[in-house]
């Protein structure tokens, strides 16, 4: 490969140490490697949002030179790589250009070992990852010090097999342990990236099939086709700074024509119930859909108008998404320690429960005898997603 540098008191007691606890640390629900691999494994909402993703492509209509898409935090890769399967599938011939930003160190090296295939079944595709900010999406700093200190690296794969590929690309990590270097943000305990990065990966056999599209630092004159946001942020962040921070410069960054799909979890479900039993006045989804709206329209001001912001009832927006089990495991005599551990876990992680605040809890059995009862009662777990979409007028 070729490279190139340029046991619970009463909810109430709970409730209150619980708000003591999480202001003086900041919580950071997607830091929790554990949880959100656990959750990932054992419930379907990741291919449930590549299903809703789907419905969302059969709009695109993409125009030369290439699809240009946008994942605004690729995670593990597993709705990342599932949409892709998808976009490969309607759009054999058409390069793809894919800015996934991502964080996380352990994420990169998860959600990298899910694209080398996609290499393979697309080669004329281009794999962008990068930790830049929301605001920096199409790759190119407004701050003059994060663009003098960017570390852009450019990787060309070799030879034609995902064999080879996954191995040029194991033996980047060291690139990679660099350039996603992190610290902790004084002002509210988030992960910052030590120096702005961006890794452009493509195949070294379709270089000048591709050159028209591979993205190179400097000036950028393209706009994404589809930018997808799944589950982006914490749920209790205010929607003025979701609006203001994320979803405005999103949009921003549509080309006309194309769509930003947003998905959030909204609660309203047996997980959240399980959440309740410990911590009755739990408010986990306080900013729905038509709050980031309205929020947005503000944020934008006289631009909003160039953009469509569909908003559907609950029947079409909300979707749902369940627990992994047998049906011989739910309404048995007992259900096994197993299922009930994921099921517990998927609903604090779902309903972003600070994990000091399940300490307090789980020095006895009586959570998961919890778990059991709301399984119970709805014949397994289930969760809702609402999504949303936001489009560029074409001019
Ligand atoms: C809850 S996860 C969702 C991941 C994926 N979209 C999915 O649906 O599975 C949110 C992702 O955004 C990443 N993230 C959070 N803050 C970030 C930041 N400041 N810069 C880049 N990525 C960030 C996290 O590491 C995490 O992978």
Known sequence: MARTTKGPSSGKA??????????????????????YLSFINTCNEKSAIAKRAGKEFQHLRPVAPALRLY?????????????????HHRFPTVPVVVVAKEISMEDVRIGLD?????????????LVLTN???????????????????????IKLEGSMSYGYKQQLESMHPLFAHGWETQTSKVSGNPL???PSVVVIYRQDHQILLDAVIPRPGMQNWYFDFILASQPWRARTSARFKAEKIVAPLVRSLAPGGRMLIIQSCGKDPAEEVIKEFW??????PVNRHEIFAELRAVLGREARHFKMREESDDKAIFKYRMHALPSEIGGASIGTSTLFAAWNASVYVNQIEDQRIEQVINDGTYLKATEKVLNKHGGLHFNDEAFVISRYHD
């Open 114 to 126: 899910k694209m080398v295939d996609r290499f393979c079944e697309h080669p004329a595709t281009v």
């Open 280 to 285: 009755p006045h739990e408010e986990p989804f």
């Open 14 to 35: 709970v409730s209150k140490n619980a708000a003591a606890a999480s202001q003086k640390t900041e919580f950071r629900f997607y830091d929790n490697r554990q949880n």
């Open 193 to 195: 990236f030590k120096r």
């Open 132 to 154: 830049l900010n929301y605001a920096d999406c199409r790759l190119m700093p407004s701050n003059v010090a994060s663009a003098n200190a960017m570390n852009w690296q450019e």
């Open 71 to 87: 994942d605004a935090g690729m995670g593990d890769a597993t709705v990342l790589s599932d949409c892709l399967r998808d976009l």
